[in-house]
T-cell receptor, first 111, second 114 residues
Framework: QKEVEQNSGPLSVPEGAIASLNCTYSDRVSQSFFWYRQYSGKSPELIMSIYSNGDKEDGRFTAQLNKASQYVSLLIRDSQPSDSATYLC???????????FGTGTRLTVIP | EPEVTQTPSHQVTQMGQEVILRCVPISNHLYFYWYRQILGQKVEFLVSFYNNEISEKSEIFDDQFSVERPDGSNFTLKIRSTKLEDSAMYFCASQGTGGRNGYTFGSGTRLTVV
């Protein structure tokens, strides 16, 4: 069984702070890693993807991947109240295209 | 920006009835998926579809479920003889090319089985 683990939170940060979200995965052959944002009652929205060890930055978002530790994280700089949502970590199934999702971390940014 | 369109947004059905959930993927995408999310739980993979056939399916996707791409644009999920535990949000997703590209999800169909 391929597992993707996330701290369910809630994680609360003040506006303007850095939010740090973490994810671990069990399948060593996983190749592609994604972060989705899901507002309550809405569908997941892709915000970052990462495939190689190291950091990948896109605007206020930075994804970090460490395949040796089977760990992927998402940093949100200058957090805004509109960032308040559940953040889903997703990992591909190593050779297939389907994704395994974590349960998500609920982030609240306090104005 | 291209969208994945799902209809209906909410479907209520009686236990034992059949339902068809409909999706229009992004037009030039090649890979199509159905996922479901039971309230308060994780998003779970059901099935993937490529080149007019199922490419992967999960243990959830048993004989009760089927998928079809009847006309080259629509992508449907049929659930036969619905059960109470089928109540969930069902998401369709499409992907331009496989592997490293993320999906675009539709807005979902909330299925309530009573």
């Amino acid at each position: 069984q391929k597992e993707v683990e996330q701290n369910s939170g809630p994680l609360s940060v003040p506006e303007g702070a850095i939010a740090s979200l973490n994810c671990t995965y069990s399948d060593r052959v996983s190749q592609s890693f994604f972060w989705y944002r899901q507002y309550s009652g809405k569908s997941p929205e892709l915000i970052m993807s990462i495939y190689s060890n190291g950091d990948k930055e896109d605007g206020r978002f930075t994804a970090q991947l460490n395949k040796a530790s089977q760990y992927v994280s998402l940093l949100i700089r200058d957090s805004q109240p509109s960032d308040s949502a559940t953040y889903l970590c997703a990992v591909n199934a190593g050779g297939a295209n389907n994704l395994f999702f974590g349960t998500g971390t609920r982030l609240t940014v306090i104005p | 920006e291209p969208e994945v369109t799902q209809t209906p947004s909410h479907q209520v059905t009686q236990m034992g009835q059949e339902v068809i959930l409909r999706c229009v993927p992004i037009s030039n995408h090649l890979y199509f998926y159905w996922y479901r999310q039971i309230l308060g739980q994780k998003v779970e993979f059901l099935v993937s579809f490529y080149n007019n056939e199922i490419s992967e399916k999960s243990e959830i996707f048993d004989d009760q479920f089927s998928v079809e791409r009847p006309d080259g644009s629509n992508f449907t999920l049929k659930i036969r003889s619905t059960k109470l535990e089928d109540s969930a949000m069902y998401f369709c997703a499409s992907q331009g090319t496989g592997g490293r590209n993320g999906y675009t999800f539709g807005s979902g169909t909330r299925l309530t089985v009573v």
